[in-house]
């Protein structure tokens, strides 16, 4: 046999890391669930990005789902909270240190269910803040109960069917002032990659709602959330390509069916329609748009809203860069003198 030769120098980025170094623990979810492969594009993407794990802080709930941080980006910081709690601790973390980028990994149950109190309060504040959904329409992680995201006749595996109406996070969150909403599915290694670069380089709260089958309890015909529907009815709105901030754009585009979209740190987000007149800086089509589709049996996907000029929560409370750690008492505690005064006023 011949011999092989030395091996390739493994592919650095900018910040001389390789794609080891954003890696995490062996997954212990079933082989072939989508949340899998989201673990993968979330570290691709911040690997390719050049994102240092020292500055993201993983947050997840409970659930299949919220497990799969331990599964990438082992140098990252990391908190799993209470069931569909994260939100809360995600804008503390966000609030005390604004140099840090949060990442949310949650379910349709973390999310939608348990979690929806926490989550539409979220979505209002327009808080620096990557929120993933991995929607499987299902509690997998408690065998397969319909989760508020499943759609109205969705069969179970049991035959038992759906009659409550889904919520639809998309919509949600368009609604109540997130800044960038996608919806992805795991299977669509492009598209996705390019939304989460997009949320990587946008300022706000980006809230991606990724279909993401759960290969033991919700993939069967009957289902609208397996692999052979997401096949069927998956209408995407745009091809998306990103162009991160440290990259020359070369290529020209036509403004007539491409838009292009500069993002809070430099990069561009290039959409090229694919549906003739979809404006994705128009909340209130958007809505309708994804009401439409609903109605019509697709899944619409792409960036469905994007708003780069809206207030963060952070500048909205004048945050102090540094983070709060860091800074000493004096800069924490009110004078004594101060403390004085604001008692004698109450006397
Ligand atoms: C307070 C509380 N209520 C209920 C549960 C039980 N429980 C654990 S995970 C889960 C649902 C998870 O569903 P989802 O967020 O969709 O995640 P998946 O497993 O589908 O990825 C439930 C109800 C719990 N752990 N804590
Ligand atoms: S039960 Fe479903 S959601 Fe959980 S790991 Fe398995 S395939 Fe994924
Ligand atoms: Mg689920």
């Given at each position: 046999m011949a011999n092989p030769g030395p091996a390739a120098p493994a592919r650095t980025n900018r910040l001389g890391l390789t794609v080891v170094d954003y890696r995490g623990g062996?997954?212990?979810?079933?082989?072939?669930?989508?949340h899998n492969a989201i673990s993968e594009r979330i570290l691709e993407a911040m690997f390719d990005l050049g994102v240092p794990p020292e500055r993201v802080a993983k947050l997840s709930g409970i659930g299949c789902s919220s497990k799969s941080?331990?599964?990438?980006?082992?140098?990252s910081h990391s908190f799993n909270a209470v069931h569909g709690r994260m939100p809360s601790v995600a804008t503390g973390a966000a609030l005390a240190n604004r140099t840090l980028l949060p990442l949310g990994v949650s379910g349709d149950g973390d999310t939608a269910s348990i979690g929806v109190g926490q989550f539409v309060h979220l979505m209002r504040r327009n808080l620096r803040m990557i929120y993933v959904i991995e929607n499987n329409g299902v509690y997998g992680l408690t065998k397969g109960q319909f989760s508020a995201t499943a759609d109205v006749g969705s069969k179970l595996k049991t035959g038992v069917v759906n009659e409550l109406p889904p919520i639809d996070t998309c919509a949600l969150a368009i609604q109540l002032g997130a800044t960038l909403v996608a919806r992805s599915f795991s299977g669509d290694k492009k598209q996705l990659s390019a939304v989460l670069k997009a949320a990587i380089a946008h300022g706000g709260t980006s809230m991606l709602d990724v279909i993401s089958p759960?290969?033991?309890?919700?993939?069967?015909?009957?289902?609208?959330?397996s692999y052979a529907y997401m096949k069927d009815h998956d209408a995407p709105l745009q091809e998306i390509s990103f162009i991160p901030a440290f990259e020359d754009i070369t290529v020209e585009y036509d403004p007539g069916t491409t838009t292009d979209v500069t993002l809070h740190d430099g990069s561009h987000l290039r959409l090229r329609k694919l549906e003739e007149g979809y404006d994705p800086s128009d909340r209130a089509r958007a809505v309708a748009r994804l009401m439409e589709s609903a109605k019509g049996g697709e899944v619409l996907t792409g960036v469905l809203f994007l708003d780069t000029k809206a207030p963060s929560f952070v500048e909205a409370l004048s945050v102090?860069?540094?983070?709060?750690?860091?800074?000493?008492p004096e800069r924490t505690r009110p004078p004594r003198a101060v403390l004085e005064e604001i008692v004698a006023g109450l006397r």
């Open positions: 062996k997954s212990t979810l079933c082989a072939g669930c989508g941080p331990a599964y990438f980006m082992n140098r759960c290969v033991t309890f919700n993939d069967h015909e009957g289902s609208t959330k102090t860069d540094a983070p709060l750690a860091t800074l000493p």
